[in-house]
């Protein structure tokens, strides 16, 4: 491709990520997953990781991590990508190795894989894509469903009373002595992408340093099991969702002999 | 505690759990995940009291669900890795070991097993047959079985274990029971054959210098899961026609022979012993290999004896399976003690039955 008239066009400002492959997304206009994916991309770029990553992708829309992130990835049964993990670092304590979950993955059926690889301080990071619902299934109920929120397993909304509450897992994680960082952040504004950004590397960053286990929980849409245009979907989770899961830092080592 | 690496020609007395991680541990596994159950504890414990000063990895996890991830994971990475259980803590690894079976993963899993259903019992049974040799958890596949019923083979079975694993890329099961996990003799450790070891090329380890690579079950493109199930199902056809391990115990001129594994081909040894001595022609075939089954050597034999005498500590599990090799269903006697170890003489008794009555 030739440069454009203008001189100052000739160097690139933006380039695809190394470890992004370069492929059409099949995932639905309005969801998050390409944007996270992205993000992950440019963090395993920017520490030279591609060649020393192994993945582990879960059950549920994440687990086509393996089609647009270039590095090794395990695909883990449902829940138990931290096991997985735990697996894969314990045999390669060189390597750099990340899950990639969902809030049915992690929130409901591997709550016990995700707070016990956090309070064994696995030297692991994980990103957590809570988008309130079980997106490839059909839009069922998920722990991160929100009160009074319709979906196809509460037609008549989440009631406390017989389904529970919302469970805040970046705060609960933050709970645990082996967790090294744990952070929420949403992707929803240039601005919310920029600080996303900078809590993944942090994430990474305490791996690399062999600081504990890291969490990063994504804010993120389903527009098509909400019902929602992908427009309207954003504003959700600026709004509801960001009020009842705040953004921030939750936890934060400084140092790895905390441990 | 048997000392690690004891003389490869001495014999020496140990416990049938602790000559399983002896076998482990010479074979080069050195990534032990566990959750303690009755009764194989000392298999774990004898793990977490020698793999750290071997530069490896003891873990005890939450839960076997979490145990059998773990193994998924190192086992991807390209290393060697065991967990033992026993009956319920085994259910609870099976959809881990379907994931590992669909995705191609060899691992060495040690089934203790003790009674059931349920929480059951802790004393010995072969009540986990079923399970061990048909699959266990969902979607289609087989684990490579195999039966110790000595210390000896307890060592011997777990190195095989491991190589047979990585051969076919799939997991192996050692279903033993309390009496031979429990039981002292003396074993020789005979040396690991590091001739049998493979190459990985399929392990994850980060992608330098390679395109990068999945180890995966979720086949959703076109009819890639068809061709993913007929291939597993030639793997396991290899397996059976390669890998069928038995023994023939004085089954020269037998007329009544028993057909047992584990525990139970154990005691019958002595009541065979006894039977020849009362001048009764009885003899043995012993699966080894319970999945790849001697299916062949079962046929055979069916057709010289006068009696197939299976003898279980179940009610009834391998005889269906005894009964898949051969026509002749009226020559197949049973003697089933459900999580009993029948006694030698109840096993005479019965050869002296079905001899008089067939004479």
């Keep these: 491709m030739s440069a454009p008239g203008k001189a100052g066009f000739s160097k690139p400002v933006y380039t695809r990520p190394r470890s992004l492959v370069d492929v059409k997304s099949h995932f639905c206009p309005g969801c998050h997953h390409g944007t996270i994916h992205k993000i992950v991309a440019e963090c395993i ?125 970046a705060e609960l994680l933050a709970g645990l002595e082996g967790t090294a960082y744990s952070a929420r952040v949403a992707v ?72 | ?72 994971g190192t086992s991807a990475s390209g290393k060697r890795v065991m967990t033992s259980s026993s009956g319920p803590g085994i259910s609870l690894m099976q959809e881990g070991l379907s994931y590992m079976a669909g995705s191609e993963l060899p691992a060495v899993v040690v089934n203790i097993s003790r009674s059931g259903p349920g929480l059951g019992g802790i004393a010995p049974s072969q009540g986990d047959y079923f399970q061990a040799v048909k699959g266990g958890g969902h979607g289609g596949y087989r684990l490579i079985v195999l039966a110790p019923h000595s210390v000896q083979e307890m060592y011997a079975l777990t190195m095989l274990a491991f190589d047979l ?50 180890v995966k079950s979720l086949h959703l493109k076109d009819n890639a899961i068809e061709v993913h199930n007929w291939k597993l199902h030639e793997k396991h056809e290899r397996i059976r026609k390669s890998e069928v391990r038995a023994e023939s115990y004085m089954l020269d001129g037998a007329t009544i022979a028993i057909v047992a594994f584990g525990t139970a081909a154990r005691v019958s040894k002595t009541a065979i012993q006894w039977a020849r001595k ?26 010289t004896v006068d009696v197939l005498l299976v003898i279980e500590m179940n009610t009834g599990q391998m005889v269906e399976d005894v009964r898949q090799c051969t026509p002749l269903h009226d020559r197949i006697a049973f003697l089933g003690k459900p999580c009993v170890m029948p006694t030698p003489e109840e096993i005479l008794e019965q050869i002296r039955l079905l001899t008089r009555r067939k004479g």
């Design chain 1, 45 to 169: 770029d920017r520490y030279g990781l591609r060649e020393k990553t192994i993945g582990v992708a879960c059950v549920g829309c994440a687990v086509f991590l393996y089609d647009y992130i270039d590095v090794d990835v395990v695909e883990a049964p449902h829940g138990r990508a931290p096991a997985v993990a735990t697996g894969v670092k314990r045999a390669q304590p060189d390597k750099f190795v990340f899950t990639y979950q969902g809030d049915g993955d992690l929130a409901a059926i591997g709550t016990s894989e995700i707070i016990h690889a956090a309070n064994r301080g696995e030297n692991l990071s994980v990103i957590f894509v809570n988008n309130t619902t079980y997106g490839m299934t059909g839009g069922q109920m998920a722990p991160t469903t929100m009160l009074g929120q319709k979906t196809s397993t509460t037609p008549y909304g989440r009631d406390f009373r017989g389904d529970g509450y919302p469970i805040r897992m």
């Design chain 2, 165 to 214: 694993a990585d051969k076919y890329r799939t997991p192996a099961m050692i279903l033993g029971d309390a009496i031979v996990g429990q039981m002292k003799e003396p074993f020789v450790a005979s040396p690991y054959d590091p001739a049998s070891t493979v190459e990985k090329p399929w392990a994850l380890t980060g992608c330098e210098g390679r395109e990068r690579q999945n």
């Design chain 2, 278 to 303: 009362e001048g009764i022609a009885a003899g043995m075939l012993r699966p080894i290999t319970l999945f790849p089954f001697p299916e062949r050597e079962v046929f055979e034999l069916s057709r």
């Design chain 2, 1 to 72: 505690m048997t000392p690690l690496a004891p003389s490869p020609t001495k014999r020496i007395l140990t416990k049938g759990n602790e000559a399983i991680c002896l076998g482990a541990l010479a074979a080069g596994c050195r990534h032990y995940y566990g959750y303690p159950i009755t009764p194989q504890n000392d298999i774990p414990e004898y793990m977490a009291a020698h793999l750290p000063a071997l530069g490896g990895t003891f873990l005890q996890a939450e839960s076997e669900v979490a145990t059998i991830n773990m193994m998924l």
């Design chain 1, 188 to 259: 929803s504004t240039p601005a919310l992408i920029r600080k996303a950004k900078e809590s993944v590397r942090k994430a990474f960053e305490m791996q690399i340093a062999g600081m504990g286990l890291s969490i990063v929980e994504f804010l993120s849409t389903c527009p098509t099991n909400w019902g929602m245009k992908p427009l309207d979907a954003q504003k959700r989770v600026l709004g509801e969702m960001s009020e009842y899961f705040p953004l921030g830092i939750f936890k934060e080592r400084k140092q790895a002999d905390a441990i």
